[in-house]
């Protein structure tokens, strides 16, 4: 009896342990795939996008939906391709002025809070000098700096080129993979309510999209025109890196601040109230003027649910989860509003993206 029941307890010993094996190993396997995971969301977010665009193309001309999914492809790229030829040229100029700015602004802070604050002399003299950290890049790392900064541009060359492609294969025919995905549920209420939640996240990225666009315009608009109207070095680049950053919410719009300001301390103290008050101004218009005006449509997410997404996103993938942390966020919420609020608690509300 005693080895029966000493028998009994190694077996439960035994598959407790292999559980929280297999737990560990499947959080672990989950997080080395974390970024393939994310690229092939980013792959689905391009998709909705360029899909999203033909659709509409397509209801208001006569062209069937493949002529116009090459129209919006085709539109995409002479766009880019329109403000590479047109700002190209200002733009690699003012990012190589920008490269040279930021060290010397650092360097003059750190002086400034050396004469200012002489307890804190030796904690400052420990960082290492922007330029000399520049230098060694370039000397006496070289081939470890020109080995780095190729990896890096092949490493994102080909992230890219695998997001277009799975983009493009999407776009061209998304029923073939949103109906294999309602295929792996079961016949019956299930299949069709799975259809509808995909509908329902498509329908919600398509106006979160909208809105981040719209939001990304007006940002860079505004933020270019004021720095330049306060006589700001790099007005042009700063309001363009300003739209690019607002795709991340919250912590975008800081973010682009920074390299700002140091841009501005390299002229004087002055310059970077000004920059203060452009970029305070600019957050103001887009979160009480611009977002309103598209509020009814564009996807909102209370911006502590945003913030956690994006800080917990970020721990788990780096720079890649923090820019697709607000997309996630919002197929999760439509996710857990459907499949959870309205099926297992029987409440009804609209779904992120209907509009209220």
């Known amino acids: 009896m ?55 193309l397509a209801e208001r001309t006569p062209l069937p939906r493949g002529a116009a999914l090459a129209v919006v492809g085709g539109g995409i790229v002479a766009f880019f391709v329109g403000i590479g030829f047109l700002a190209g040229p200002r733009i690699a100029a003012q990012s190589g002025e920008l490269a040279e700015r930021l060290p010397q602004a650092v360097e003059r802070i750190r002086q400034q809070l050396i004469s200012q604050y002489g307890w804190a002399e030796p904690f400052l003299k420990g960082v290492p000098d922007p330029q000399q950290v520049i230098a060694g890049a370039g000397s ?82 505004l933020t270019g025109a004021g720095l330049f109207i306060a006589s700001v070095p790099l007005a042009f680049t700063l309001g363009l890196i300003a739209a690019l950053f607002s795709f991340v919410p919250y912590i975008g719009p800081i973010a682009s601040a920074v390299p700002a300001l140091l841009v501005a301390l390299t002229v004087s103290p002055t310059k970077a109230l000004y920059v203060l008050v452009v970029y305070a101004g600019v957050q103001f ?51 857990v509003q459907m499949l959870y609020v309205e099926d297992t608690l029987g409440d009804r509300l609209n779904v992120l993206g209907e509009g209220e």
């Open 140 to 221: 006496g790392g070289l081939a470890g700096g020109v080995v780095g900064a190729v990896s890096t541009a092949s490493r994102v060359l080909t992230d890219a080129l695998v997001v277009v492609v799975l983009g493009i294969y999407m776009a061209l025919a998304p029923r073939l993979y949103t109906n294999g995905a309602v295929r792996l549920v079961p016949r019956g209420r299930q299949r069709k309510r799975t259809g509808e939640v995909l509908s329902a996240i498509g329908h919600a990225l398509r106006w979160w999209l909208v809105g981040r666009g719209a939001s990304m315009a007006v940002v860079g608009l």
């Open 2 to 56: 005693a080895h029966s029941r000493l028998s009994g307890y190694t077996r439960r010993v035994l598959i407790a342990a292999g559980a929280v094996v297999g737990i560990v190993g499947a959080v672990y396997f989950l997080w080395e795939l974390a970024r393939v995971f994310l690229l092939i969301f980013a792959g689905v977010l391009l998709a909705v996008f360029v899909g999203g665009l033909a659709t509409k």
């Open 285 to 335: 218009c887009e979160s009480y003027l611009i977002t309103p005006l598209i509020q009814e449509r564009v996807v909102s997410i209370p911006p502590a649910l945003l913030i956690s997404a994006q800080v917990v996103a970020g721990v788990l993938a780096g720079v890649l989860g923090i820019l697709l942390a607000s997309p996630m966020a919002v197929v999760l919420v439509v996710a």
